[in-house]
């Protein structure tokens, strides 16, 4: 039975153990190539990745690396495999000075090698932190924001890191900078940050400028020219647009008439013809605000009337209020009562009144058509008979004519 116990024993041994070229047992310790310590040199404080390439005819079974401390102090630490088949190890080291190290790697056939004696060096850390900042809201042109923006601040420090960063806007004192905060109010406001390390470095502080305009600009319509009334203008009209904005200023202005196309606003203009008009205009700011359009009307009329009188016509007969027949001399000549007609118009504002006129004395004033009169009062003799017409612009045109009456 014992002898059966041991054949039984051998045949699983010799199952288990790799299958060796003809047979041989492993005597090759693992290959330990490519080490490497980075970064190197190192600042105080900095992570130090050492890292190597272990290789074996079997298996490799533990790869360590051996550190002796600038102070003498030692470790030995196991180093892990990563995903690329490298063997690696990431550690913190503060003490200034340079570090000796070498790796040790064995096989699960009991195997080992090691390395000659490498080194890296951990400088002391002089170099400051330094600060990033992120600003989110709403942007709009030229570097402005539309509204409050939010300021992010991060600092980093590649040696013994960020003790605290401290910030401060405007006139107002510096702070402890431990989240986000919101900046808001229009204007251009100045931000200074910056950041101080573990062992004492201090950051040049940083200056940044946060510019904010809410408003959108407002324009005024300026028309210059000789006003008649009800709001026509009896002349050329000059167009002027002035536009403010009190934070990033104006960045320009634009206009159209009636349903033309928009142009952008350089200086005044005049508007000549006759008509009724709608002018639209806007401006932009130069933070990308936009003014909602506004429009103008402008009424020009500078045409006067033209008015006539159409009865009495001259060298006619008139007995009555009827006309008789044409005189033979020229003359106008009324016996009895008359009613005077008169014809006028005005295209462009419409006629406001006309007035009636005997010997320069105004006698009726008419607001609508027919624009007539009857003179039925004691009259004898000649006399001048005028029109006046007007327009609803103050625009007027006169007609007259000299006759000869008996109205007793």
Sequence with gaps: MKGKNILVGVVIVSLLLPI???????????QIKNVKATPNPAVQGEFVTIECVVTDDVAVNVVKVFIKYPDNSTAN???????????????????VGTYVYHIWANDTSGNANKTANKTFVVQQDDYPPQTSYSLSGEKGENNWYLGDVKVSLCSYDKGMGVKCTY???????????????????EGIHDLYFYAEDNVGNKEDVNHIQIKIDETKPSTQC?????????????????????ATDATSGINKTFYKINNGT???????????????????????DKAGNEEEQKTKT????????????TKPKMGYLYIEDREIMPTVLGNTIIIGKITIYVD????????SKVEFYIDNILQESVTQQPYAWQWNYLAIGTHLIKVIAY???GNYASDEIVVKIFNI
Excluded at 167 to 185: A, C, M, Q, R
Excluded at 262 to 282: A, C, K, P, Q, R
């Design 77 to 95: 630490l196991t180093m892990t495999k990563s995903s690329n088949g490298k063997y690696r190890i990431k550690q913190f080291f503060d003490v």
């Design 167 to 185: 910030y401060k806007l405007d006139e107002s004192p510096w702070l402890e900078y431990h989240t986000s905060f919101n900046v808001i109010g």
């Design 391 to 393: 327009d609803n612009a």
């Design 344 to 351: 006028a118009s005005n295209h462009e504002s419409g006629i």
């Design 222 to 242: 300026q028309l210059s020219g000789y006003k008649g009334s009800d709001g026509w203008y009896i002349t050329n009209v000059t167009v002027t647009l002035v």
């Design 20 to 30: 060796l070229p003809n047979n041989a047992a492993d005597t090759t310790p693992p």
């Design 298 to 309: 402008i009424k020009i009329d500078k045409a006067k009337p033209t008015v006539t009188i």
């Design 262 to 284: 928009w142009h952008e606003y350089t200086g005044s203009f005049d508007i000549t013809e006759d008509g009724v008009y709608t002018l639209y205009y806007y401006s932009t």
